[in-house]
């Protein structure tokens, strides 16, 4: 099998891989390694020190399989200008302490946008199942070295499943949203053209979807466009940022954004994944 040795620095793939993002569900994550395809390679991933060691087997060059693991794990991120930026208070000190190596991923625009649906008032645990079980009803079956692996179905197939076909993946009443959004992504949608246009145009564009709210739409716009202005809401951040910066006042999600994109000038989105996960599971312990 062929071995890559990637250096990186300030990396740790499982604050990553365990912080709730699209990889989370897309992947194959067990015991510090994960597994992924890469159009017809199975592509295996560990880390060592200051490493990723990426090995695959299948159809891959190394440029290629490079080129992929650098871009969805963000390896170019410079992360000592992204803390310089992040860390302004002890929670974020605390935060960067606790989840240090933790990056933002970027995931296919139509993958990212179907977790998020599947994510609606639902845990991590079974929001992977829905995705695995997706995979394995629709999505194509990939042999590598005698095994099978299964894609994420793209929004054309889902487009035409049948909708007890959909139901049976214990979606629930997040078939109906699956279905419109890929009804919408293989037609009037182009999620390749919102690659081109500004945070709030895109943000705009995706929220034309039934079912895709502001929190969806922020959320693919940073796991999937990078879009730095991007600050996700969700009860974890609105509980957090509510407590820490807001004397636990409430405020509008809209308030809670303002500040953060002012807050962390270019980096909220990157804050955003630390007040997330830090927040979530600090608010947990008490």
Not at 2 to 30: A, D, R
Not at 116 to 142: H, P, T
Not at 172 to 197: P, Q
Request: charged residues 25%; hydrophobic residues 40%; contains cysteine.
């Amino acid at each position: 099998m062929p071995v890559l040795e990637i250096p990186v620095k300030c990396f740790s793939l499982e604050h990553t891989m365990l912080s709730g993002q699209p990889p989370f569900f897309l992947m194959n994550y067990e015991r510090g390694r994960v597994q992924f395809l890469v159009n017809r390679a199975l592509v295996s991933m560990e880390e060592t020190p200051d490493a990723l060691q990426v090995e695959w087997k299948g159809n891959g060059s190394e440029q290629e399989i490079r080129e992929v693991v650098e871009d969805r794990f963000r390896l170019r991120d410079d992360m000592r200008l992204v803390y310089k930026n992040f860390i302004r208070d002890e929670f974020t000190l605390h935060a960067v302490r606790e989840l240090y190596g933790l990056r933002l991923t970027l995931s296919d625009p139509w993958e990212a946008l179907a977790c998020f649906i599947c994510s609606a008032n639902n845990n991590l645990r079974n929001i992977r199942c829905i995705v695995g079980n997706l995979s394995r009803k629709f999505g194509e079956k990939v042999e590598v070295g005698g095994e099978s692996f299964y894609r994420f179905p793209d929004a054309s197939c889902l487009s035409q499943a049948d909708f007890k076909s959909l139901k049976q993946c214990k979606l629930g009443f997040r078939a109906e949203y699956i279905k419109n959004a890929a009804k919408a992504c293989s037609g009037r949608i182009s999620l390749e053209d919102i690659a081109g246009m500004s945070y709030q145009e895109g943000k705009m564009e995706l929220m034309r979807i039934k079912g895709v709210g502001e929190k969806i739409a922020d959320c693919v716009m940073l796991f999937s466009y990078g879009k730095m202005e991007s600050f996700p809401v969700d009860v974890w951040v609105r509980r957090t940022m509510q407590k820490v910066y807001f004397k636990n006042k409430k405020v509008s999600d809209a308030e809670i954004q303002r500040f953060a994109r002012d807050y962390w000038n270019g980096y909220a989105g990157y804050a955003q994944q630390y007040v997330y996960w830090y927040g979530r599971n600090s608010l947990r312990s008490h």
